[in-house]
């Protein structure tokens, strides 16, 4: 397991994965749930979103937890998996069982997450943390989904992009000060 460094003013670049990679976070009724479940534990643990991007199989997020005692990384990746779980489980149920086959050749029955913790890597500078900011708005570029970051619906791109630009209710709010 990796070791982890839950340490106040460090960045986080998280990503985590579906268990066997199956694509379908991205779904216009599955990736609503993540983003809103996203927000949520973004406001529980005090935790200020720099970027994110929702991907077929995985998630990338890069926060930074606010206060000098912030809450461990794990806890707020939990905060995210568990409901979000759930309520995707509930959407699988009815609609598309053999992806519920998939996701419950589990020992434990129904898993959406892949086994561990993900990848969790602090982040200090500016530099660093613009050079994740990029990545992740790329990702769906070079995974040939999009032609340019701006088409992607499940990313904060037009956030960081286009300020002015209404975003929907359920998608986790940037904060472009915490770039620094």
């Known amino acids: 397991m990796p070791r982890r460094y839950d340490l106040p003013n460090h960045a986080h670049e998280l ?11 991205s779904r216009n009724d599955i990736a ?11 406001e529980r643990f005090d935790v200020t979103m720099l970027a994110f991007v929702i991907m077929p199989n995985h998630v990338h997020l890069l926060v930074r937890p606010m206060g000098d005692d912030p809450a461990p990384m794990k ?14 489980h509930r959407i699988l149920e009815t609609t ?3 992806i519920e086959a998939k996701l419950s050749k589990s020992r434990t029955g129904f898993r959406l997450w892949q086994h561990g913790g993900g990848y969790d890597r602090n ?3 500016p530099k660093a943390i613009v050079a994740s900011i990029d990545y992740i708005h790329d990702n769906p570029v070079r995974k040939n989904l999009c032609a340019h970051p701006s088409e992607w619906p499940w990313s904060s791109w037009k956030q960081w992009h286009q300020p002015e630009a209404q975003v929907r209710g359920f998608m986790p709010k940037i904060t472009r000060e915490a770039v620094r």
Do not use: G, N, W
């Open 96 to 98: 598309l069982l053999e």
């Open 32 to 42: 609503p749930i993540m983003l809103e479940a996203v927000t949520r534990a973004c």
């Open 123 to 125: 982040l200090t500078s």
């Open 15 to 25: 990503t985590f994965s579906t268990y066997r990679s199956v694509h379908l976070l």
């Open 75 to 88: 806890d707020y990746l939990a905060a995210i998996k568990r409901p979000a779980s759930h309520r995707i």
